[in-house]
């Protein structure tokens, strides 16, 4: 099992440039989420998936898009890239978002806007 | 407001020694607590899940601790090595909104020889 995966490891984007960053798992889970670190805070979400199809807001959505057409990818879009979307992301899975089911989160994705 | 906070922000210690890390939380309702373990440049890799019903757990030198009544918790780290040094966080699990995760900030531990 590869487990979660994201590409790219890196990215610099310039204001305005649109990019796709990539999310799969191989261990056939429900639930995709996808969150972003900042510098002195907690993880925050941005949208999340309960399955192939189904996707919702988290708390820190906009600039953001995605989509769940499989089970094993959920790939986050950014639209229109600010400075304010630098960050490192990460993707995460689980059998379920519900109880004490385990996540896994992939290597993370660092991104630079200018 | 949910929120996990956890002390020290950061810590040293040499190796071979104990140290023990803490998490209070104001999250309701309160489905489980988790804790991670970071390496820099890598993604958060879980070490303890605990229900409310739990409240010792152990993986390893790691063991957890959690009272469920003052909403605390402990990370304590048993004979520390030099691949300890990581970033710890504390995420608690709402009881409802989906089971949705509150990070905590994160103890970054630093283990010398």
């Known amino acids: 099992n590869a487990g979660v995966t994201q590409t790219p490891k890196f990215q610099v984007l310039k204001t305005g440039q649109s990019m796709t960053l990539q999310c799969a798992q191989d261990m056939n889970h429900e639930y995709m989420s996808w969150y972003r670190q900042d510098p002195g805070m907690g993880l925050r979400l941005i949208h999340y998936?309960?399955?192939?199809?189904?996707?919702d807001q988290g708390e820190v959505p906009n600039g953001y898009n995605v989509s769940r057409s499989t089970t094993e990818d959920f790939p986050l879009r950014l639209l229109s890239a600010a400075p304010s979307q630098t960050s490192v992301y990460f993707c995460?899975?689980?059998?379920?978002?519900?109880?004490?089911?385990?996540?896994?989160f992939g290597p993370g994705t660092r991104l630079t806007v200018t | 407001k949910n929120q996990v906070e956890q002390s020290p922000q950061s810590l040293i210690i040499l190796e071979g020694k104990n140290c023990t890390l803490q998490?209070?939380?104001?999250?309701?309702?309160?489905?489980?607590l988790r804790w991670y373990k970071q390496d820099t440049g890598r993604g958060p890799v879980s070490l303890t899940i605990?229900?409310?019903?739990?409240n010792t757990k152990s993986n390893g030198r790691y063991t957890a601790t959690l009272d469920a009544d003052t909403k605390q918790s402990s990370l304590h780290i048993t004979a520390s090595q030099l691949s300890d040094s990581a970033s710890y966080i504390c995420v608690v699990s709402l009881g409802n909104q989906g089971g949705k995760l509150i990070f905590g900030q994160g103890t970054e531990l630093s283990v010398k020889p």
């Open positions: 605990m229900t409310f019903s739990e």
């Open positions: 998490c209070n939380y104001t999250v309701s309702p309160f489905s489980n």
């Open positions: 995460a899975s689980s059998y379920s978002n519900l109880g004490s089911y385990e996540q896994y």
């Open positions: 998936s309960v399955g192939a199809g189904i996707t």
